[in-house]
């Protein structure tokens, strides 16, 4: 949902949502942008950018930009579309400047993603688009509360999706920004989508990193996951809600998505807990893990669950801890993030009425 500081993560929203959450509270290719996303754990303060604007310089650039595209199948009237005018915008590089100020918690995070607000929108949600929910879910295999979650983080529903024009956020950063390389493929694959009849120019915004619509993918995310699911001519992540549902869902299902199968649920850790052990990269079975003194929250065993569990704890082990399926590590490539993973989970739980439990693979 909102911009991952200097990082890489997915389908992800400008700046200002971060501040947007909080007062409403009070995906190699990432699927999103660089983006501190709702999982963004920072407040931001700026730092110095440098001053750019238009000019013989941007000018010659653009104009290599062009001749590049066209090489890669892009039409000259779509280029004359979409670059026509086109000028780098300093507000998308004063944003890449920010820099942290503080660390937020993950239970002051935890708090503000997962609120009753967002909770009772989320089950509207649910209720409303059930019907198309479900076929997405059939046909991808995904559980229609984790798309409602992941589309309640990333955007809180689709209000917040950045109204910036992403090919000129795009061409910003890949003639000034920090990881010019990246943004010019990406400006690339926007021009394709723009060319291919997806979405217009002047209706393709989204994040000052250039993640789009109500899912932030980015562009190149958008060529290799977005779907027509309605048959209507065109993959629309900007309004069509068929194709925001489908494209997440087959997002996650290219990730290796788990149907039927849980992210995760709260545990009790114990006293003086290696914090070795905590993290993806250590896997147990569930017998392994209550040997070890983890227990479920009311302190009950935990069940035999035939599959490789990780603690996570992002405060650390005197925080809440959690044991997770191999489905919460698809979360986590969308965004590299265990903040951004466990919030949507807890999120999925609460739009679906559930607790989540070591039996249940809702």
């Given amino acids: 949902m909102f911009e991952r500081a200097k990082g890489m993560g ?109 909770v009772a929108k989320g089950q509207e949600m649910l209720a409303e688009y059930r019907p198309l929910l479900n076929k997405v879910a059939t046909t991808y295999g995904v559980q229609p509360q984790y ?102 869902a087959n997002y996650l299902a290219s990730l290796h998505w788990t149907a039927g199968q849980s992210w995760g649920w709260e545990v009790r850790l114990p006293a003086g807990f290696d914090e070795n052990l905590i993290g993806l990269k250590v896997q147990k079975q569930a017998g392994e893990w209550q040997a070890l003194g983890v227990r479920n929250l009311d302190g009950s065993n935990l069940a035999a669950v035939d599959l490789p569990l990780s603690v996570v704890a992002p405060d650390g082990p005197s925080g809440p801890g959690y044991l997770v399926y191999p489905n919460f590590q698809v979360i986590m490539k969308w965004n590299r993030s265990t903040y951004f993973a466990t919030t949507v989970g807890l999120l999925a739980d609460r739009i679906a009425g559930v607790q989540t439990s070591a039996l249940t693979g809702d």
């Fill in 147 to 248: 798309i409602v979650a992941l589309w309640g983080v990333e955007t809180d529903y689709g209000r917040y999706t950045g109204g910036y024009p992403v090919v000129a956020a795009l061409a910003t950063l890949a003639y000034a920004g920090e990881r010019q390389d990246m943004f010019r493929k990406e400006l690339i694959d926007a021009l394709k989508i723009v060319d291919e009849k997806d979405v217009a120019p002047e209706v393709m915004t989204g994040s000052w990193a250039g993640a789009m619509g109500q899912c932030q993918f980015m562009p190149s995310t958008f060529l290799g996951y977005a779907v027509d699911f309605d048959g209507s001519g065109r993959r629309d992540i900007w309004a069509d809600q068929a194709d925001v549902f489908a494209s997440m």
């Fill in 10 to 118: 997915v389908a992800r929203g400008s700046a200002f949502l971060v501040v947007a959450l909080i007062l409403a509270a009070c995906a190699s290719t990432p699927a999103v942008a660089p983006k501190t996303s709702a999982a963004s754990t920072t407040a931001a303060t700026s730092s110095a950018a440098p001053t750019i604007a238009a000019g013989p310089a941007f000018d010659a650039w653009l104009a290599g930009l062009r001749q590049e595209a066209a090489a890669k199948g892009v039409s000259n009237p779509t280029l004359d579309a979409a670059l026509k005018g086109l000028q780098p915008i300093q507000e998308i590089i004063d944003l890449e400047h920010k820099q942290p100020e503080r660390t937020m918690t993950f239970v002051e995070y935890r708090s503000r993603v997962v609120n009753a607000q967002r």
